[in-house]
């Protein structure tokens, strides 16, 4: 089994703030970062740049290998 890891950050601005909905065309995807502490450090760079929108979230996901179709 693979034990690399990866993280990614996503989000974008949600329609509300239940954060269960992005607005459309407003998704992020940065990434993947090789190591927590780098994904960590991108996510509040890109929170910084967004702060007065009270809809705008952004999440550290770790990004999990699935088996490969052979």
Request: charged share 30%; proline share 4%.
């Amino acid at each position: 089994m693979d034990e690399r890891r990866i993280w990614v950050v996503w989000g974008g601005v949600f329609t509300d703030t239940s954060f269960t909905r992005l607005d459309p065309g407003t998704e992020e995807l940065h990434g993947p970062f090789h190591d927590l502490a780098t994904a960590e450090r991108a996510w509040r760079d890109h929170m910084r740049r967004k702060v007065d929108i009270a809809t705008h979230r952004l999440f550290v996901m770790e990004a999990r290998p699935t088996a490969s179709v052979a």
